[in-house]
């Protein structure tokens, strides 16, 4: 997957899959409604650690910010 910002008067993030496995989960991305969510603190996802990023996922799925997803319980 390739991942490139775009500045023109506002700020976008363009996702270009390099093979048809992440074409797929694109699609499936663009089914659903979504969120950004912000990660401020140490967060493991699938035996990795992120300290700092952002989370697209389905709507509702996590707090605004994994910071208050931990004070709600929810990680």
């Not at 023109?8 to 093979?19: F, K, Y």
Request: proline share 1%; glycine share 6%; hydrophobic share 40%.
């Amino acid at each position: 997957m390739q991942a490139q910002f775009l500045l023109n008067g506002s700020v976008s993030l363009v996702l270009s899959p390099d093979n048809e496995a992440e074409e797929a989960l694109i699609k499936l991305l663009l089914k659903q409604e979504n969120d950004l969510v912000q990660i401020r603190t140490n967060v493991h996802v699938l035996n990795k650690s992120y300290s700092n990023g952002i989370v697209i996922a389905a709507k509702g799925k996590y707090a605004r910010s994994i910071d208050e997803s931990k004070e709600e319980g929810m990680q």
